[in-house]
DNA sequence: TGCCAGGCCGGGT
DNA sequence: ACCCGGCATGGC
């Protein structure tokens, strides 16, 4: 995939920040409408924590409309910000320090952040060695039978860490955030809900007998 | 026009 | 442990 489209540079974001805030805004969203968001963001010069915990719900809401669902996530970032300010001093580098599995746990216990989300946010802002699975990934993975219909998010995550784990652990982590980055590239190109098949996907190629 | 997009929560079985 | 409705905008 690399050799083919390149090393993808993800995610979208200038800062950890930026990413964390992206990582809750594109939940079950295009990303288009998650960049306008941030751009609102940007302009009202609140892309910072404390400055956008200072903000009130309902014109935190009203910044990020164009990303859909403005109420709930207004509510989510609030309540990550507020993890983040209060109990971290408003320092990324507290709230992920720790063991992979803890500082996943602490950003859990968030209401609004689900595995994904905590997932995108300890791989690409946090340095921390956990595998993405997106709606990309379960399509991608389910088309070419490489899991069942049921496999869940931890079931699919394991089968990926486990198998994406055969490099020096140095390159681990550009080689995961890469590697997300190319499954989406495929999904949005090849393997979108309304074909019935990946028809033309290049991992068709990869598999034992096309 | 309708379907889709890089989920998650809360309430009900 | 699942299943479902709700949440909302912009693009094709």
Redesign the pocket.
Known sequence: MRASHGHQR???GDTPFE?CI???L?????????E?AIANLKAAAVLEPRRMFALSEEQL?ELI??????????R?LRAFLRVLVVDHQGDLRRLFCGETAQVSARL?A???????????MLL?AGGHLSF?I???T??IFLRHRWCGA?E??QELQALCQATLNQKPPSKLLDYWQDY??QL?RI??DYC???FARCAHCPLRALLPGG
């Open positions: 993800w995610w979208p990413v992206g990582a809750i594109t939940q079950n969203t295009a990303w288009t409408n998650v306008r809401a409309r164009p990303a859909g669902y403005f109420n709930v996530k207004a989510r859990l968030i209401k609004g952040i689900g595995p994904e989300t905590a997932d995108s690409y993405v997106d709606a990309y379960r399509r049921s869940g998010y997300h980055a989406v999904g949005k979108r809900p309304r």
